[in-house]
């Protein structure tokens, strides 16, 4: 049962273009939803992030879009670089026990942005 | 960078043998979790804790444990390791108060299981 989607797998992009990377989640009770990107052979490393409270959130050439009646959150890149070209993983997370919230991730999808 | 390290960055070893790994953090912080990476999988949670000696199971949890005797040490073991259990390995932490804050991972421990 896979409550975190990310239904492409790849994606590829011109320079100077907009990359837009779609993810769709199940469960209801997640309020907190991020992105990470991921170069080979590193770890994760956090982008951007919005609260269920919210419906977008900017950070530079990041945005994050909300659509919680359709569980569906989107990370637009405007404009792509080459240095953009990384796996993206979409995460999601609610209380669980002993008061952690823990990550849901999706497969991931690559970027490909081409010069 | 969050001051994560992960031992070994790379290991190889045979089905049926005890397998440990170790994440260092000096962050403080109380949250720490193993996470492993798979083709066509994404990250999946193994096991994660929420202080000293406080731990519970994450999603794929079969086959692995995990302690935390120390706030800045957090250990996995494959008790008889298994081809199954070749991966990558991520260790990551969070925020001290653990609430709607991003975890931030290590740079990965790559197991072959022969």
């Known amino acids: 049962d896979q409550q975190v989607k990310q239904n492409s797998p790849s994606l590829s992009v011109q320079e100077g273009r907009i990359s837009i990377l779609n993810c769709d989640y199940t469960?209801?009770?997640?309020?907190?939803f991020l992105w990470y990107k991921k170069y080979p052979a590193e770890g994760p490393t956090f982008l951007i992030s919005?609260?269920?409270?919210?419906d977008k959130n900017e950070d530079g050439r990041f945005t994050v879009f909300l659509n919680k009646s359709a569980k569906h959150l989107s990370l637009h890149i405007v404009p792509s670089q080459p240095g953009d070209s990384a796996v993206y993983f979409c995460a999601a997370s609610g209380r669980r026990g002993a008061g952690s919230y823990q990550l849901t991730f999706g497969k991931g999808t690559k970027l490909s942005v081409i010069p | 960078d969050a001051g994560i390290t992960q031992s070994p960055r790379h290991k190889v070893t045979e089905t049926g043998t005890p397998v440990t790994l170790r994440c260092h953090q000096t962050e403080n912080h109380r949250y720490m979790y193993w996470y492993r990476q798979d083709p066509g999988h994404g990250l999946r949670l193994i096991h994660y804790s929420y202080g000293v000696k406080d731990t519970d199971k994450g999603e794929v949890s079969d086959g692995y444990s995990v302690s935390r005797s120390k706030t800045e040490d957090f250990l996995l073991t494959l008790e008889s390791a298994t081809s199954s259990q070749t991966s990558v390995y991520f260790c990551?932490?969070?925020?001290?108060?653990?609430?709607?804050?991003?975890?931030?991972f290590g740079n990965g421990t790559r197991l072959t299981v022969t």
């Open positions: 919005i609260s269920s409270i919210k």
């Open positions: 469960n209801s009770m997640f309020d907190y």
């Open positions: 990551a932490i969070s925020g001290v108060d653990g609430v709607n804050s991003p975890l931030h």
